[in-house]
């Protein structure tokens, strides 16, 4: 039986293992094009942020952040299972657990490492979708805690594209990706109802912003 195209990235992650993958990665030029002033604020040793990008755009930011010691959540799903072990090579702290499994423990996890100042990224429409439509989650551990919300993104010239709902950006070798960080957005730690409902519109707007960016660089790189 013929592998249904959602079954392709975890194919891909298991086939090539971690070593592989990161051997392919280290052939592509990845590049901040926009928030290096963000980077120097709240990455470490500054002030610890929570980074949200999109699911599909998950490696190419892992990958270009890794030297930052982040953590992160990755879903209790096989896919997780694969993303776990390559990222822990990275040097990142997973915490596991999603909206759907484990959220109430992973919110709590994720201000603990938050509170002992350690950055983290999410994937705020993980770990199966909607693309691009941004869960809660991040917006109440930013609330508890005060940390911001970062939007990011990462694109590439070439790449392919895996998944039946995330479109997954996996970069072809020796490609160039551009990386980009937008503002920091702070939510007042008594945010709720209509006011938490505007702050999500606002994080996905601009995470949706950011990830044009990136696209319409590598576009104009490929000429």
């Known amino acids: 039986m013929p592998l249904q195209r959602a079954d392709l990235k975890v194919a891909l992650i298991a086939g090539m293992g971690g070593a592989a993958m990161t ?9 901040l094009i926009r928030g290096a002033d963000v980077e120097s604020a709240y990455m470490p040793p500054g002030k610890p942020a929570i980074y949200v990008l999109w699911h599909g755009r998950l490696l190419p930011c892992a990958f270009h952040f890794r030297a930052h010691k982040l953590a992160t959540l990755i879903s209790r799903n096989r896919d997780g299972d694969y993303v776990t072990r390559m990222i822990e090579r990275w040097g990142y702290k997973v915490i596991r657990g999603s909206s759907s499994r484990g959220g109430a ?3 709590k996890t994720i201000t603990q490492v938050l509170e002992a100042g350690t950055p983290v990224a999410l994937t705020p429409d993980g770990p199966r979708g909607p693309m691009q439509r941004m869960k ?3 917006l109440h551990a930013a609330r508890l805690t005060g940390a911001p919300l970062v939007p990011a993104a990462a ?10 709902w995330d479109r997954f950006l996996v970069p ?6 551009p990386v980009a960080l937008d503002q920091p957005i702070h939510i007042p730690r008594d945010a709720d109802g209509e006011e938490l409902e505007r702050y999500r519109k606002l ?13 319409e660089a590598a576009r104009a790189h490929r000429g």
């Open 203 to 215: 994080v996905e707007e601009r995470i949706n912003a950011v990830t044009q960016a990136v696209d």
């Open 105 to 107: 423990a992973a919110l």
């Open 136 to 138: 809660e989650g991040p």
């Open 23 to 31: 051997g392919l990665l280290r052939t592509v030029r990845t590049e």
């Open 172 to 177: 072809t070798p020796f490609t160039w990706a």
């Open 155 to 164: 694109g590439a010239v070439h790449a392919a594209y895996f998944g039946r």
